[in-house]
């Protein structure tokens, strides 16, 4: 069986260099991972519980849910409560049980669209409003859009219709499968391809995004990644939010001209990985450390990485332990730098050490996006000249305007009676695209969420 054509990316041999040393770069830490032996069951298993609370929480948060870590954390401690104050602790509960299982059952979980509906069925499991249509494909039509300040939703990205996605599925579910099984491809590429595919089509009515984030944690588990379950590859997700979004969106439009054409989400993919990977690095290190501790700064390290900032105050009151041997343990702890310390003595608090510092995300350079862009805000329409100045104030040659007007994908087009340049469908595709990014990059900055459909 060969591997479909498909899931071969494009791209300049740059770029495939670029993929295979980051891959490179994975594959020497999973060997490594297989080899640790500093690090005992019970340190393993807390971190574990940190990264499930860490991946609930994020996952939830990307589609809009309110709530912090700690937040979550209450919730999950009550896993077998029957009754929910709101949708949000039904949606962490669903996450956080479909999180469990995927990590204790991944070897019997093999890729087939019977264990993609179940898995659906668990995520939901605690939703009443989504009772009717959980473990089924959509019935109505879900595409993604933007909600305008003046309360008008404008459609960014167009989704495979209720009617295609049966079929469609089906035959993602049989690409990835051939492709795992002709082994020409690295395992992370074909993961990559799945995802990008899945959110084009967005099978399900809702849910399809924390689903992806799960199915994903499937398939590197059943890749080899057994690292996977330590650190939250959804928190690095979170992190970059924007640049999440503008990945998957710019190469699902891309992918409706050339089906290979992912090679920008499959950039963003492999980062987060890596990303995901540098991060586990930094808690093995403090792992290491933690294994010299006493128990009771072993539970106040656990419970300053569980609500990211907190008082000596709150921490002696929440572990029923005397306040100046809780200060004493946090200087301790301030001391092997498994914790920060900030402010004065009055009002001073602790947050986490090493988990939080890795930089955002580099993403691409938006390139000639934003000159097609500012043409769209100009009414689809420009003059020779003001294109001339409009591809030089971007820093570009007066060889970008050929390029604009290529034969291949065309962004713009010439009006033969006024000599203006018109945008193309196509040009007008990728200028809402980049505008929409651009929203979802401003909005990330004001730690806001855009009112969009789930992706």
């Known amino acids: 069986m060969t591997t479909p054509p498909t899931f071969i990316p494009s791209g300049s041999p740059i770029e495939s260099e670029h993929r295979a040393r980051i891959i490179g770069e994975l594959d020497e830490f999973k060997g490594h991972w297989r080899r640790i032996s500093e690090i005992n069951h019970e340190r393993l298993t807390r971190l574990r519980q940190v990264t499930t609370i860490e991946s609930t ?16 954390s209450r919730v999950l401690e009550g896993l077998t409560s029957d009754s929910f104050r709101a949708r949000d602790e039904s949606e962490v ?45 959509k019935t109505f039509p879900n595409n993604v859009e933007a909600r305008h300040p003046d309360g008008h939703n404008e459609v960014i990205f167009v989704t495979a219709s209720p009617f295609d996605t049966p079929r469609l599925m089906a035959q993602l579910v049989e690409n990835t499968n051939a492709a795992f099984e002709a082994d020409e ?84 993919f492999l980062h987060a990985l890596k990303t995901q990977k540098k991060q586990l690095e930094s808690k093995l290190d403090i792992e290491g450390s933690m294994l010299r501790l006493s128990e009771t700064q072993q539970k106040i390290l656990d419970l300053v990485r569980q609500r990211g900032r907190i008082t000596s105050v709150d921490i002696a009151a929440t572990l029923e332990t005397p306040y100046r041997s809780v200060r004493y343990h946090l200087d301790t702890l301030v001391r092997r730098k498994l914790i920060n310390s900030h402010g004065e003595r009055k ?29 769209y805000n100009r009414g689809g329409r420009i003059s020779g000249d003001d294109l001339l100045q409009l591809v030089k104030a971007s820093g570009y040659d007066g060889r970008v305007v050929g390029l604009l007007h290529g034969r291949r994908a065309a962004h713009l087009k010439r009006d033969p009676k006024t000599g203006e340049s018109v945008l193309t469908p196509r040009g007008t595709e990728i200028a809402r695209e980049f505008i929409f990014s651009t929203r979802l990059a401003e909005g990330a900055k004001r730690r806001s969420t855009p009112s969009t459909t789930t992706i």
């Open 347 to 375: 009002g001073r608090y602790y947050t986490p050490a090493g988990l939080s510092e890795e930089q955002p995300l580099e993403f691409h350079n938006p390139g000639t996006n934003g000159i097609i862009a500012e043409i």
């Open 57 to 72: 929480a994020s996952s939830t948060r990307i589609e809009g849910v309110e709530m912090s870590d700690d937040d979550v």
């Open 93 to 137: 509960l669903g996450y956080g049980e479909l999180h469990s299982l995927i990590y204790e059952s991944h070897a019997d979980l093999i890729l087939n669209e019977n264990h993609i509906k179940q898995l659906h069925s668990v995520l939901l499991k605690h939703s009443s409003k989504d009772e009717r249509h959980r473990g089924e494909y």
């Open 185 to 268: 491809l690295h395992s992370l590429t074909i993961i990559g391809a799945f995802v990008v595919n899945f959110l084009a089509i967005h099978p399900f009515q809702d849910g399809n995004g924390r689903l992806s984030r799960a199915l994903t944690n499937l398939l590197l588990l059943r890749a080899g990644y057994e690292y996977v379950p330590y650190a939250s590859l959804e928190r690095v997700i979170e992190d970059n939010k924007a640049a999440y979004y503008a990945a998957l969106r710019t190469s699902q439009l891309a992918m409706k001209h050339d089906p290979r054409d992912f090679g920008v989400w499959l950039k963003f």
